[in-house]
């Protein structure tokens, strides 16, 4: 699942998959609300995590419970990377994904900032939008580059930014038709 966040620290999108796994509407997963779904136990480690990879301006990789539809939790993970003009000129918010964690893995709540792994979303949590999908290409591009390719990322968070601006301004056009995320 992918998700923008600006220079506010608010969440601007959210993909059309979050409510169809949380239940949320999409106009309550804005801002800080999408914090509501992550299990109580956790939500201030991960709040805090969240806004301190924005004072930081670094990728961070959380792990956590999020609360289903149904009421029952599942673990996740979610990563995100830095947004800036391009040529590294200005922080501008940041691209992130949510994936599902499978069963067997070591499940324990963590929050790393300048660490990132993104796990490959599946199932519910695949992209539905051409955008999205382009968007998750490029975040799992971005996590194999850190570890194999370093002198690739600023060609990728370049791509990164050029989506997430994208994004912003089909978001933008949404609602100037007065239709909600």
Known sequence: MIWAAEL????????????????????????????EAVHPEE????????????EHRCTFTLR??????????MWVAGAAAPSFAPK?????????????LESGQDLIADAELRHYRVVQPTGEFAPMSKLDLL??????A??????AAEWLLPQIDDALCDVGREI?????QRDASGLLH
């Open 43 to 54: 939500r201030d480690m991960i709040c805090g995590a969240f806004l301190q990879a924005f």
């Open 64 to 73: 956590y419970r999020l609360r289903r539809y149904t009421g029952d939790h």
């Open 88 to 100: 590294g000129a200005a922080f501008i918010g940041f691209l992130g994904i949510v994936s599902r």
């Open 142 to 147: 971005r996590s194999s580059a850190v570890d």
């Open 8 to 35: 506010d620290r608010c969440v601007t999108y959210i993909c059309e998959e979050w409510s169809a796994v949380t239940g949320q509407p999409p106009s309550e997963s804005l801002g800080l609300g999408w914090l």
């Open 135 to 140: 968007a998750d290409h490029l975040l799992r």
């Open 168 to 172: 912003a301004r089909q978001e933008a």
